[in-house]
């Protein structure tokens, strides 16, 4: 399964990459306007330092201003991935881009249809939304559960993008259904790791070890 973190901002994508589990990046309009600088240098300062796939979402609504803004982007780093969103629009301008060799990852999705016209237009990946369905009370990892399967039927190419990851339950029902990607914003990376049981048992140890240092 590969990590991906969900942030624009260049200290939390070095602190992530610098465990050394860290795959990918995507961004979107949001997080980019919470950092400051221009939205192509973020983009190339965050290829320099991850080298995996760097999402970085168009804004145009119309499928030529998509395409035209997705080529450009394109040309900043070979790992850039076009986000897209799903809409008719986006659909057409993931069809050309993915015809061109250029990556889409296909964002704000919230339904299995959805998810597959992604997949038939040749999305490299595609982005379920689950936190923000579960804001509204419906169950997002049940999104995920579905596309995995619809995917499966069929031999897709595209890679299920598990977004809006909230907590790490999230990200472990995410791997036991097979997802092939997480994205995740940093403090749920941190939270990844913690369990109180290793913090209690690695402070046993080292005070026992206190006790075998003075032989
Ligand atoms: O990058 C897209 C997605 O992960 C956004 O998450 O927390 O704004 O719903 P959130």
Redesign the pocket.
Known sequence: MKFFI?TANIDEIRQAADIGVLDGV?T?P??ISKEKGKFEDIIRQICEIVDGPISAEVVATDAEGMVAEGRKLSEIHKNIVVKVPCTVDGLKATKKLSSDGIGVNM?LVFSPSQALLAAKAGAMFV?P?V??LDDISHYGMQLVEQIVSIYNNYDYDTEVLV????NPLHLVDAAMMGAHVA?MPFKVIEALVKHPLTDIGLKKFLEDWEKVKGR
């Open positions: 969900d995507t979107n949001s997080l964002t982005s939304f936190g923000r977004a809006s990851v909230r994205t």
